[in-house]
């Protein structure tokens, strides 16, 4: 498996979110060296000396065009919303599969051994 860490990266992935996101769990997932390599076809991402990948210029125009629309569609969703109706939109699906994690027997699917 590859591993993939991003230098200068605003933020780190959670442990949960690298755990879901490494399991593949999902129909049709998607392994981080493909990702990386269409990144890098299109001049999103370069490897520095050691191995690390970069945001390019490229990548970080396109994170910053991505971000920006992420914005727009956050603002345009919780429009009319108060602080407390937000967080309890964004709280109960959280706990719901926080739930659902610590009783792994309960999903559909099982994790790889």
Do not use: K
Request: hydrophobic share 40%; with cysteine; proline share 3%.
């Amino acid at each position: 498996m590859t591993r993939v860490r991003l230098t200068g990266s605003r933020r780190s992935a959670t442990a949960a979110a690298r755990t879901r996101r490494d399991r593949g769990w999902t129909t049709g997932a998607v392994r981080a060296d493909e990702i990386l390599r269409g990144l890098a076809e299109r001049g999103a991402v370069a490897q520095n000396d050691s191995g690390a990948y970069f945001l390019t210029d490229a990548g970080e125009a396109e994170r910053a065009a991505v971000s920006e629309c992420v914005r727009s569609l956050r603002m345009s969703m919780t429009d009319g919303l108060d602080r407390a109706e937000y967080d309890a939109t964004v709280d109960a699906p959280r706990l719901m599969a926080e739930n659902l994690e610590r009783r792994p027997e309960l999903t559909a699917f099982s994790q790889p051994a």
